[in-house]
Nanobody, 119 residues
C-alpha cells in the first residue's frame, strides 16, 4: 500500500519561500506520476503541479514561475519549492501519487500540510 508523508509546511510572510517534501513508500515509485494539490477553506482541491517519472512537469497558471516541482527517483521523494508566496497560496497542500493502468486511475494521498502566508 502506498504511503505518502508530507513535511515542510508552516507560516511565512508574503514574498517568502517554503519547501514542501513528500516521502513515498509501499510500491514502485517509477510507476507513479507525482503531484501536489492544495485546498483552501470553502474551495475545491486544485492541482498545483505534477511531475512524471521522466521529469516532465506541469503547473497551474497561478504558480508558474514561482513554484518548482522536483523528484528524486532514488530517494523516492517529491519536493515543491515555493517562492514569492502570496496570500492566495494559503492552503492545505497534499501530496498525490497517481498510477494509470488501462485507463483506470489509482490515486493515493498524503495527510496534508498547512501553508499559511500572512504578514
Amino acid at each position: 500500500q502506498v504511503q505518502l508523508v508530507e513535511s515542510g509546511g508552516g507560516l511565512v510572510q508574503p514574498g517568502g519561500s517554503l519547501r514542501l517534501s513528500c516521502a513515498f513508500s509501499g510500491s514502485i515509485f517509477s510507476m507513479y506520476t507525482m503531484g501536489w494539490y492544495r485546498q483552501a477553506p470553502g474551495k475545491q482541491r486544485e492541482l498545483v503541479a505534477v511531475i512524471t517519472f521522466g521529469g516532465s512537469t506541469n503547473y497551474v497558471d497561478s504558480v508558474k514561475g514561482r513554484f518548482t516541482i522536483s523528484r528524486d527517483n532514488v530517494a523516492k521523494t517529491v519536493d515543491l519549492q515555493m517562492n514569492s508566496l502570496n496570500l492566495e497560496d494559503t492552503s492545505v497542500y497534499y501530496c498525490n501519487a497517481r498510477k494509470v493502468i488501462s485507463a483506470i486511475k489509482n490515486d493515493y494521498w498524503g495527510q496534508g500540510t498547512q501553508v499559511t502566508v500572512s504578514s
